[in-house]
C-alpha cells in the first residue's frame, strides 16, 4: 500500500510539475507581451533604456516607449537628419552597407544630400525649421555643405615648420582664429607657439641633454572670412602678407560665424591628412589659451613610451572632459539649442578652449566625420564623431578650460609649470606669462603636473 501511494507520487511530481512550469511560462510571457505592447499607459517605463544619470525630463529626449521603436525623435531636425544616415549604415537593417565597402566620398555626400532634402521636405520639419532662431535657420539651410574652397595655404607643407627637421614633427599646433585677431596670433608666435625643435622639461636622473623629451613643433591658425565692414577692405591682403611671412595661415572660404567654427574642423581634418600624415599628435584649440608647450612635449613622449602606446595612440584624445552635457535651452545664450533642433544630452566630449589628439585618431575622425551631419557647436561634434568611432576622450585636470579653479592656485609661485593649458589669456598676458615662466624655470623645473583636486568638481554638467 505504503509502495503504491510513493509510485503514485512520484509519477504525480514527474508529469505534473513541467505541465504547471509551462503553464506559468506561458502566462508570464503573455502578461509581458501585453505590457510592452501596451504603449506605456499602464504608466510603466521602460527604465533600462535610459542612459545613466538622466531623468524623464522634458528637455531631454523622449523615451522611446518600445525599443523598437524608430521615430524616437519625432520632428527633431537634427536628429532626423542623421537617423538617415546611421540607418543606412545600421547593419541589422542593411547588413551589406559596411563601412568597408563604401569608403566613398560620392556615397557619403549623396547620403547627407539626400537626406537633407527628404527630411526639409516633411511638413512638420518645416513647422521646426520656421521657429528656429535666425542663425539656426541659416545653419541647418547650409548644413550639407563641407566643399568650402582653400583661400590660402602653407605653401604645400604641414604649416609654419622647424627648418632642417630630422624627425617627425611631435606636435601641429592647429589654432582657431579669426582675420582680426592678429595680435594674439603674434603673442602665440612669439611665444608658446614657436615652430621649432621645443624641448620637454628637464627630469631629474634625466639631465642627458637638449634632446631629452622634445620634438619638433609645426603652426597653423585656422580661419574662416571676416565681414568686411568688422575688418576692413584689405583684410584678405594683410592676410596675404601675413601668409607670406609666416607661412601658417590656413583660410577657408566661408563665413567665420560661431555657428561655422565646425566647418574648421571638418576642412582641416581633411587638409591633415593630405599635408600632415607624419605629424605624431595635434593640438586644436583656441587663440587666446595659453599652453605650456614645454610640458606639452614631455606628456606627449610619455604617452608614446607608454606599454601598448602603438595600439591606445589610435584613439587618443585628452583634454577637459565634460560629461553629461545638455544642450543649452536658454534663448538668449550663445549655446542656445532649441528642443526643435536637438534633443538627447550631450556626448562625452572635451572642452574646445583646447584639445590634443592623435594624427592616427585625426584620420579616423576625417574619415567618420562624413557620416556625421554637421552640428553647431564644434566641441560637441568631435565628441559625437568619437562616440561613433567607439573611442573615448580622456580627462586631464592639467587643461584649465575654465581657468584656476581659485585664485590661491593661480598665485602659488610654480602655478604654471603644473599645467598643460589654461583659458582665457589675453595677448599681452599671453607674453608676460611667458616670460615670467622663463624667469622660474630653474625653480619649477620638477613642479609635477597638476592632478585632480577633490575640493572642486571635475565632472562638471
Ligand atoms: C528638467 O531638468 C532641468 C535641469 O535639471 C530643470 O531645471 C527643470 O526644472 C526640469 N523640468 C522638469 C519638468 O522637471
Ligand atoms: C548581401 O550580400 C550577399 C553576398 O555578398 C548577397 O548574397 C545578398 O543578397 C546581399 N543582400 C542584400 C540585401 O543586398
Ligand atoms: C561611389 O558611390 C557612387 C554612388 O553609390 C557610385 O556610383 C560610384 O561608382 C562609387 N565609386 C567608387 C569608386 O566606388
Ligand atoms: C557659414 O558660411 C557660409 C558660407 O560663407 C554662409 O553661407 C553661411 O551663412 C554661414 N553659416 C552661418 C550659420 O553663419
Ligand atoms: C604620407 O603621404 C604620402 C603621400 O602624400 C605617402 O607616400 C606616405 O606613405 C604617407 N605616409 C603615411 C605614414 O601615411
Ligand atoms: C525667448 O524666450 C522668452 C521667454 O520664453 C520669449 O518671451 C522670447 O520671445 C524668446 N525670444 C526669442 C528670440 O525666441
Excluded at 608666435?189 to 624641448?199: D, E, F, M, N, S
Excluded at 565681414?227 to 577692405?233: A, F, K, L, P, S
Aim: charge should be positive; charged fraction near 20%; glycine fraction near 8%.
Amino acid at each position: 500500500m505504503a509502495s503504491f501511494y510513493c509510485r503514485w507520487r512520484t509519477v504525480l511530481v514527474c508529469v505534473c510539475t513541467p505541465c504547471i512550469s509551462l503553464v506559468l511560462l506561458f502566462v508570464y510571457a503573455t502578461v509581458m507581451l501585453c505590457l510592452s505592447m501596451n504603449d506605456g499607459t499602464t504608466g510603466l517605463r521602460p527604465n533600462h533604456f535610459v542612459a545613466p544619470g538622466t531623468f524623464s525630463n522634458q528637455s531631454f529626449g523622449p523615451l522611446p516607449k518600445t525599443f523598437w521603436e524608430l521615430r524616437q525623435h519625432g520632428d527633431t531636425i537634427w536628429n532626423r537628419l542623421q537617423l538617415t544616415i546611421d540607418r543606412h549604415f545600421n547593419l541589422i537593417l542593411h547588413p551589406n552597407n559596411t563601412e568597408r565597402g563604401s569608403d566613398n566620398d560620392t556615397l557619403y555626400e549623396s547620403l547627407r544630400k539626400q537626406g537633407f532634402s527628404e527630411v526639409t521636405n516633411l511638413d512638420s520639419m518645416r513647422k521646426s525649421f520656421d521657429q528656429l532662431p535666425q542663425q539656426l535657420q541659416e545653419f541647418v539651410s547650409h548644413i550639407h555643405r563641407r566643399d568650402y574652397p582653400t583661400l590660402i595655404q602653407p605653401d604645400g607643407v604641414c604649416g609654419a615648420g622647424a627648418k632642417d627637421e630630422r624627425e617627425a614633427p611631435l606636435l601641429l599646433l592647429a589654432i582657431k582664429s579669426t582675420e582680426q585677431n592678429f595680435k594674439n596670433r603674434q603673442a602665440i608666435r612669439q611665444t608658446w607657439g614657436q615652430a621649432r625643435w621645443v624641448a620637454g622639461q628637464w627630469r631629474k636622473g634625466k639631465v642627458g641633454g637638449e634632446g631629452e623629451g622634445g620634438g619638433y613643433v609645426r603652426r597653423v591658425f585656422l580661419l574662416g572670412k571676416g565681414r568686411e565692414e568688422d575688418v576692413g577692405v584689405s583684410s584678405s591682403d594683410l592676410l596675404q602678407i601675413e601668409s607670406e611671412r609666416y607661412g601658417d595661415i590656413l583660410q577657408w572660404d566661408f563665413r567665420d560665424t560661431f555657428f561655422n567654427l565646425t566647418l574648421k574642423d571638418v576642412l582641416f581634418w581633411s587638409w591633415f591628412s593630405h599635408s600632415c600624415n607624419r605629424t605624431l599628435f595635434v593640438f586644436k584649440g583656441d587663440d587666446d589659451v595659453f599652453v605650456n608647450t614645454p610640458k606639452m612635449m614631455m606628456y606627449l613622449q610619455d604617452q608614446l613610451r607608454k606599454p601598448q602606446a602603438h595600439k591606445t595612440i589610435e584613439d587618443f584624445m585628452v583634454g577637459d572632459v565634460i560629461v553629461g552635457g545638455l544642450p543649452n535651452r536658454v534663448n538668449q545664450s550663445k549655446y542656445f539649442i532649441p528642443d526643435s533642433f536637438y534633443k538627447g544630452l550631450y556626448p562625452l566630449y572635451a572642452g574646445g578652449g583646447g584639445v590634443v589628439y592623435s594624427g592616427l585618431l585625426t584620420k579616423r575622425l576625417e574619415h567618420m566625420s562624413k557620416r556625421v551631419h554637421l552640428f553647431p557647436i564644434d566641441d560637441v561634434y568631435v565628441g559625437m564623431c568619437m562616440v561613433r568611432l567607439n573611442a573615448r576622450v580622456v580627462h586631464h585636470p592639467a587643461f584649465l578650460t575654465f581657468d584656476f579653479p581659485n585664485r590661491k592656485e593661480e598665485e602659488e609661485l610654480c602655478s604654471y609649470h603644473t599645467i598643460l593649458l589654461v583659458h582665457k589669456r589675453s595677448p599681452t598676458q599671453v607674453v608676460k606669462l611667458w616670460a615670467s615662466m622663463k624667469m622660474t624655470q630653474a625653480l619649477c623645473w620638477d613642479a609635477p603636473l597638476r592632478e585632480a583636486n577633490l575640493n572642486e568638481n571635475t565632472i562638471k554638467v
